[in-house]
């Protein structure tokens, strides 16, 4: 599937939806890591291949501004089934 066929929520929606992104292991793939996003019931509503988000948002290292980029690149693309989670 294309990005282009995905649609995304609005940032503000994403926002509120989204109350934890997690750096984890692949369970499938333990030399692989995601990025789990959990709503506020703590329900994983998606997930994202740490890997391709970092090259995608342009990151380069692990600190707080990194971090922070990182969370505005996955806030801009929560899929708007997310919400069905």
């Known amino acids: 599937m294309s990005e282009e066929s995905i649609r995304f929520l609005p940032y503000e929606q994403a926002v509120e939806l989204v109350a934890a992104i997690q750096e984890e292991e692949d369970i499938d793939n333990p030399d692989r890591r995601i990025l789990t996003v959990y ?8 997930w ?3 890997e391709e988000v970092m ?3 342009g990151v380069q290292g692990q600190d707080a501004a990194s971090k922070q980029t990182l969370t505005e690149y ?3 693309h ?3 089934w997310a919400l069905d989670g």
């Open 48 to 50: 994202f291949d740490f």
């Open 39 to 46: 709503n506020h019931a703590n329900h994983a509503v998606c």
């Open 74 to 76: 996955v806030l801009h």
């Open 78 to 80: 929560i899929p708007d």
């Open 55 to 57: 090259r995608d948002a």
